[in-house]
């Protein structure tokens, strides 16, 4: 193991006697004011420096058991990230020296930037890697960085495809590394809460749930009327952002925060929020490491952008084996698709957001879950994956767990692109009797990624 990693293990279990769960470290096990110091911290390198590694960077810097080694990004620093503003490998650079400048009160310069993510995972310094790429280029990293030992933190939508989420979570589970998904809803108490309400069987057997998503393909990066071919910003590696994706000409529309309206790259807002509610939804099915039998009644409106191609708007069913239907659709307060999680049960309705719980009778509120029922707990994501990079226990959202729910968002996609409905094998993850639907299931990598993809499969 790790000297870091044993370090700050010996200290948890020399302040709590026997670690049996995930435990954040107790100041008086760290030292002075909780600080650890430098050589026996955690060393993380970020893969990814746009608007989301900005968010997450800034959680991890409040872990004082984390030492944020390395940035890497194919793109110096531009704008274009949301809400039009400024982002890339120097600027969430700056963001960490600035930090432990503040923390230290000396002058920081000693964050590495690369543009390559293999210098990441082939730096034996470093211990964890997060991935907060986009969704393309999830899966060859994610596998690389296990079979080099080093713990996971990757940014749902885990995987681009049903074909790559199976190999990130073989990937994971062959290497024994520690794996959380960035599907911090898991890490929310009103989700939490609901789903032990709806699993405690307090509240009657569960009969549907209901997913209402964003629709749209709203302009994140100000880059929406910027679809004409010009030349790549010299300080932006444009093939290496493409990487497995189809070659395609360069334009500020198809890069940067918007990545998410394409296809090649994304499933728009099915898979962009498709690893968060209905992830929630399979929790409270209790169907985490499976899945649906059936895709079913899926209807779409698609994207007419020069470029952008996902669905603006759309709405399949998910049936189960116990035959809980759960609907996914974009938010529509006239057709019943309330935002958030719904879950329908006999006794009434429970509705969870990340702020707030609402309920029909209001008195599922105040219902009370016996301490049997009580789940996973965690409530700080962040926290709760470096906890398990020292305890080695299982994360809140393991790559198994993101692989089967956002799954359920790739074949709603393939439902949809197709017209059809799907009889979905969750055992297999094959789609019964259906050529053109199992050719979806995954995409050609462009060379020479395919070959390095097909090396790490395991």
């Known amino acids: 193991m790790n000297n870091r990693r044993s370090f700050l293990k010996k200290s948890t279990l020399a302040a709590a006697g026997v670690l049996t769960v995930p435990t954040i470290i107790p100041a008086s096990a ?58 890339g490998r120097e600027f969430i650079m700056e963001m960490v ?38 969704d393309h280029w999830h899966a060859i990293p994610a596998m690389m960085a296990a079979a080099a030992k080093k713990d996971i933190y990757c940014q749902k939508p885990l995987a681009l495809t049903i074909e790559e989420g199976r190999a990130i979570s073989n990937a994971a589970s062959k290497y024994g590394v520690v794996f959380q ?39 994140f990066g100000k880059t929406g009327d910027q679809t004409a071919t010009v030349p790549v910003p010299k300080d932006f590696d444009y093939d290496m952002w493409l990487g497995p994706a189809p070659d395609a000409p360069y334009c500020p529309a198809r890069t940067h925060v918007n990545f998410r ?128 990079v020292i305890s080695r226990e299982r994360t809140a959202a393991p790559a198994e767990f993101g692989h089967r729910s956002i799954s359920i968002a790739h074949l709603g996609n393939i439902a949809m692109m197709l017209q059809q409905d799907l009889e979905w094998d969750p055992v297999t993850e094959k789609v019964k009797n259906n050529f053109a639907a199992n050719q979806l299931l995954s995409r050609k990598m462009r060379d020479p990624w395919d070959s390095v993809f097909k090396k790490y499969l395991v």
């Not at 746009?50 to 890497?72: H, K, P």
């Open 30 to 87: 760290m030292g002075r004011n909780g600080f650890v110091p430098p050589s026996d911290r955690i060393t993380m390198g970020i893969i990814g420096a746009g608007n989301q590694a900005g968010n997450d960077v800034g959680n991890f810097l409040r872990d004082n058991r984390v030492q944020i080694q390395t940035i890497c990004d194919v793109n110096k620093r531009s704008s274009g990230y949301w809400d039009g503003k400024v982002a």
């Open 97 to 134: 020296n600035n930090s432990y400048s503040e923390k230290t009160g000396k002058t920081y310069k000693s964050t590495v930037g690369v543009t390559d993510f293999r210098e990441v995972i082939q730096d034996k310094s470093i211990d964890a890697v997060e991935i907060v790429t986009p």
């Open 181 to 219: 998904v960035g599907s911090q809803q898991r890490s929310n108490p009103y989700f939490r809460g609901a789903v032990e309400k709806v699993r405690s069987g307090k509240l009657g057997k569960l009969t549907k749930v209901v997913c209402g998503l964003p629709g749209g393909t709203p302009d």
């Open 261 to 388: 309206w394409v296809l090649d790259y994304s499933g728009g807002q099915v898979t962009d929020w498709g690893g968060h509610h209905p992830d929630i939804a399979q929790w409270g099915i209790d169907r985490e490491i499976s899945g649906p039998v059936r895709i079913q009644n899926a209807k779409a409106t698609w994207s007419d952008h020069p470029v952008w191609d996902t669905a603006t708007e759309f709405y399949f069913e998910a049936v189960y084996d116990n035959d809980v239907i759960l609907v996914i659709s974009n938010t529509n307060e006239e057709k019943g698709i309330k935002s958030g999680v719904t879950f329908y049960c006999e006794e009434g309705w429970i509705n969870a957001n990340r702020h707030a719980h609402d309920a029909n009778p209001e008195s599922l509120l105040r219902m009370k879950v016996d301490e049997k029922d009580r789940l996973y707990t965690s409530d700080d994501h962040y926290r709760n994956f470096i906890d398990c």
